[in-house]
């Protein structure tokens, strides 16, 4: 190789790297600035001296690992059907369709999805990542909740346009890139609930578990998977059951924007009301009953909101299957509430609902797992396994355990035909009976079986 040649690798090799270096640090150099735009819309960046106020580190941004990077400049490229007028609803219902059930091959559609071709690139690339820190937004005096709300219909969106990537894919019977699609929502999921696990995200989180899993059953059902592809599930989703949200977590993180609420309800009397009765309107009598209370007897409502607090937390770590039977639900609790328990009332009774949300979440997770097991099984073998124990531990580390039981799934084989269910959230047994097996909107038991899935009728 002769000096010239030498000279210009050099150069190509420092202008790569250099481009590389900006592609995953400096292209987001645009976080330590005091301002931030996201899907068109801008948001102060958290002074640090404020975030340690209220017990937060300042995060180390940019950096290299972090997919909140990714994330944010995808939102800034993502071209969102929700956001279109009334004359673009036809898309916004394909859309629904597509990702439900099966890839539509309409020009228009088409459009849509390939001027999201730079969002999805993006979105794969935050999937590789191994963490997600999102900065923390908004002025000292906004409620620290607010830190992440910009986010969360973008992750919604997001893990839609994901499912409408691989549904295109499955149409073209591409299936492992396909479920690279759906598994991407995964780490979507991991990487918001990481960044900040408190209730609102992980309502979230849980949202885009419900979209990814309604498409990885579909295709599991009603398509011949690989080994490979069946195996990529299998660990994936034991990694989903691993780092799935709990209430307890979310609860402890939740604390503090719950202390500063009150804090600002006791300032100001007047506007307390917001904080007891949530959005439903009050009459001016109301506002004013509650504003009274809370000058005469502030000290005490916060007293019986702290032990109030300490119970749901107790409440929260009970498993499913004990904490929702009737008569001992969170709704139960508060209706025994004494009358100084009108914060508790105002702020838990939403906390405490979402327990039913969680353990629905998890329990459609731990079928997906089971799911995509016995086909391996099937795959491997040519026949279904006899029980579930039969998976462990050639293809499942453990089985996973029903929440709404705290038993094993329910797993029934007669020659090739099998069931495998949840006992779902009435807690009982209904020998199998749902009306749409996979759907979580049944009100028996949440059902996996051999057959294929039906697919819904198109939008009208």
Known sequence: MNRKSGI??????????????????????????????????????????SLEKIGCTLRKIPDKKNAAILYIEASNVYDDLDILDKSQR?????????????????RDFTDWFQRNQECLELLHKAAKKPHCEFLVLGVEDDIPAARMLPMDSQMRGFAQLLVCEGKRYEYHKDYSRALDSYLAIAALCEHYHESNPVLITDLVTIACHAVRNDAVETCLANNSLSENDLRKVVKRYERVLKTHPTPVDALKREKYVTDYSIDMAMETPELA???VLGPRSASARDRTYIAGLIRSSGAEL??????DYDALITWSALPAWQALRPG?????YLSRLPKTSIFSRGLLETLGRSKRQYAKSKAQAGGVLLFAAVKLYEKKNGRPPRALSDLVPDYLRQLPKDPFSGNDYVYKVKGAEWILYSVWDNLTDD??????????????????????????????
């Open 8 to 49: 210009f690798l050099l150069v190509v090799a420092l202008a790569g790297g250099g481009y590389y270096y900006y592609r995953t640090q400096l292209s987001c150099s645009f976080l330590r600035q005091e301002k931030i735009t996201i899907a068109g819309k801008e948001y102060p960046v958290r002074p640090a001296e």
């Open 302 to 307: 916060r007293a019986a909101y702290e032990q």
């Open 431 to 460: 020998n199998g009976a749902g009306a749409w097996p996979h759907r979580v909107t049944s009100d028996k038991d949440l059902v996996f079986w051999s057959r294929k899935i039906p697919l819904k009728p198109p939008p009208r």
């Open 273 to 275: 009301w917001i904080l």
């Open 90 to 106: 036809a898309l916004r219902d394909k859309r629904r369709y597509v990702t439900g059930n099966t890839w539509i091959n309409d």
């Open 328 to 332: 001992s639900d969170w709704g139960a």
